[in-house]
T-cell receptor
Framework: DTEVTQTPKHLVMGMTNKKSLKCEQH?????MYWYKQKAKKPPELMFV???????INESVPSRFSPECPNSSLLNLHLHALQPEDSALYLC???????????????????FGEGSWLTVV | EDKVVQSPLSLVVHEGDTVTLNCSYE??????LLWYKQEKKAPTFLFML????IEKKSGRLSSILDKKELSSILNITATQTGDSAIYLC??????????????FGTGTQLKVEL
């Protein structure tokens, strides 16, 4: 099973709303990621969790709040977003042996189907 | 600043043509390069390449990395309309705390016409 599952697939929210995006994987991966992809642009890294600890925050505004409740789940809490935050939010996972890269671990980064977010 | 550049930005070909997509990178702590295909949803993994220079093949697709030129090519032979997609390359950087960071290029939009 090489599946990363994201919910919801589509979300429309107002600028004062609080919502969450959810991501789940059962591949035993210990690194999980949030990427943001605007229309006609490549994905951009937002956060990296390794062994349930936040290891990378790519200077993301605090209105995006990640959470990793356990090794299989990754959430992205959204609050007071702006219309320009509308995008495809991609969750991904991979093995995460510290100091070891994808090639050495014989693995790759698997992406979920994404959550299309529209902020109105 | 890490940079990944793809060319061409877009390409229109006819079924049966052979195409070559290019990717160059200037990345610190580079470890490998990945190719993905994206069709209006999440990127799907195609290949991972390292500085070993070994060519990867899967059906009509093949790819190789040139470590001297810091570049990679993705070849698609006998193209089909189902190959129409955005092809993304990404440089993989190792993170000391575990995990990896992908820096994506802007992508090449390929359209295959009948």
């Amino acid at each position: 099973d090489t599946e990363v599952t994201q919910t919801p697939k589509h979300l429309v929210m107002g600028m004062t709303n609080k919502k969450s995006l959810k991501c789940e994987q059962h591949m035993g991966h210990r690194a999980m990621y949030w990427y943001k992809q605007k229309a006609k642009k490549p994905p951009e890294l937002m956060f990296v969790y390794s062994y349930e600890k936040l290891s990378i925050n790519e200077s993301v505004p605090s209105r995006f709040s990640p959470e990793c409740p356990n090794s299989s789940l990754l959430n992205l809490h959204l609050h007071a977003l702006q219309p320009e935050d509308s995008a495809l939010y991609l969750c991904a996972s991979s093995q995460a042996y510290p100091g070891q890269d994808l090639w050495s671990s014989g693995n790759t980064i698997y992406f979920g189907e994404g959550s299309w977010l529209t902020v109105v | 600043e890490d940079k990944v550049v793809q060319s061409p930005l877009s390409l229109v070909v006819h079924e049966g043509d052979t195409v070559t997509l290019n990717c160059s990178y200037e990345v610190t702590n580079f470890r490998s390069l990945l190719w993905y295909k994206q069709e209006k949803k999440a990127p799907t993994f195609l290949f991972m390449l390292t500085s070993s220079g070994i060519e990867k093949k899967s059906g009509r697709l093949s790819s190789i990395l040139d470590k001297k030129e810091l570049s990679s090519i993705l070849n698609i032979t006998a193209t089909q309309t189902g190959d129409s997609a955005i092809y993304l390359c990404a440089a993989n950087l190792i993170l000391t705390g575990g995990g990896n960071k992908l820096t994506f290029g802007t992508g090449t939009q390929l359209k295959v016409e009948l």
